[in-house]
DNA sequence: GTCTATACGGCGATAGAC
DNA sequence: GTCTATCGCCGTATAGAC
């Protein structure tokens, strides 16, 4: 048994590291066995498969942060309030784990069969609270009506989409990480607002 | 000299067939050889490497879209019927070419130093016609003071963002491509609704 | 110029000895 | 649990035939 779940962190505490660092596909798992000082086939051992490791690390870095968007979603929040805290919530933990998007979205490109067992993609599905509540809304009069599944993709497009190009966008205005980080908290009004504004009847 | 041209064209068009079908990770230069029935090393001798034979098909695929789009920026349009014709055409140009934003993605997730060297994220840049547009109409008073940058970025995170999702969104609600692109269609009068709501005064 | 054969170093993964 | 040895791929480079 030796040191039992040593090995085991020493492989996600290097692997952690480089991925967040040069992405998927840029680390080997001879990088991570190297910094971790492993032979390489206990990767394998610990984790049947890089992939695996991969998203291990994801659902670690994550956390419960997703299951408490999920929360939100399914509370009894006045719908200006759920939609408020929703945009919160997510930008902050976007702006924790910057590459998140990027991780996943390289996920879902490589191997689609794998949507729905990637517990990150949880908080896409199980949206139908949220849809009834946009229809009771609607039919009290009190938004314009909208198709939920189009909503809820909006809001979502306008949260992720910009760390899906950072790069790009940091280029093009000469942005520090910290420039960034200022130019999408501001986002978090622009997107409640822009969102609002659009089902006000 | 033999067929000139011709082998090249193989490479290109069994090249196509197999990226968008498998995307650029999961096809290997062997399968690409075997299938244009040329020998491995032609394609470097063709194109330097598996990258630039992938971003020359992008070229090719998007052709002058992207330009277009550029055109439709920097014109002298009425702000609206910018702004729509913009989103028209550029939903148009990704349902033709529903893996273009993954493809993007990937090669930016991949080598972030290679951004402004793509041709398509020149579309991404050079923005500054409409963010003067912006800033004239609303002093002008016919609009709601915005940065311009977040408003570009908003209106490109709600066309392209879906096909980045496209597989997820399609497993979530049964979609089968002709659904998604009937989704994706009436996305068009939305995003514009959305956006313009965002800015009436 | 065009093409073939072949080889190189690196990859993720595994079988089997200890 | 750990390690060695090795497998079958990969993208790329090059020597040399036509």
């Known amino acids: 048994m030796a ?3 040593n ?5 996600i505490e290097s692997a ?19 910094r971790a000082k492993i032979n390489i086939s206990l990767m394998n051992y610990y984790f049947r498969s890089k992939e695996i490791l ?3 690390i994801i659902d670690l870095l994550i956390g419960g942060a997703v299951s408490s968007l ?14 408020r805290q929703y945009i919160n919530k997510y930008i902050d933990l976007l702006i924790s784990n910057p590459l998140l998007v990027s991780f996943v979205l390289a996920i879902l490109n490589h191997s ?3 949507i729905s067992k990637l517990k990150v993609t949880d908080s896409l599905y199980n949206t139908e609270k949220f849809a009834n509540q946009l229809d009771e809304e609607n039919s009290k009069g009190n938004i314009r009506k909208v198709d939920p599944e189009q909503f809820y993709l909006n809001m979502l497009s306008l949260i992720a989409f910009p760390f899906a190009v950072k790069h790009v966008i940091n280029e093009k205005n000469n942005f520090s990480n910290e420039a ?18 659009s089902i006000k009847p």
């Open 3 to 5: 040191d039992k779940s």
């Open 7 to 11: 090995t085991q962190e020493k492989i």
């Open 16 to 34: 952690t590291v480089l991925f967040l660092e040069k992405g998927f596909h840029r680390t080997s798992v001879r990088d991570i066995a190297s």
């Open 54 to 56: 991969f998203e291990t």
């Open 70 to 83: 999920k929360e939100i979603l399914d509370s009894d929040l006045d719908l200006n309030e759920k939609i």
């Open 112 to 114: 689609p069969d794998k």
């Open 180 to 197: 960034f980080n200022d130019f999408i908290i501001k986002r978090k009004d622009i997107i409640y607002n822009t969102l609002i504004s």
